[in-house]
């Protein structure tokens, strides 16, 4: 229980992180074309966040189901 309970901790955090990487990459793109160059770093940023989250919930998901 312990292990859920510290995953369930760590999916908030990581949902706190992909929300902010996703208001960043909104917020890039209505300056654009002001900041065209950091795009790609962004984007980075919030699919990396996203991953890291998706993982973090599947690993809930098998440790509820067993």
């Known amino acids: ?7 369930k901790a ?28 950091r795009i790609p770093a962004v984007a980075l940023a919030a699919h990396e966040a996203h991953v890291a989250l998706t993982e973090a919930r599947a690993k809930l998901a098998a440790l509820a189901a067993a």
């Open 10 to 37: 760590e999916i908030k955090k990581l949902n706190a992180r992909a929300t902010q990487a996703k208001m960043d990459l909104h917020d890039l793109s209505e300056d654009l074309p002001t900041g065209w160059e």
């Open 1 to 7: 229980m312990a292990d859920i309970d510290t995953l």
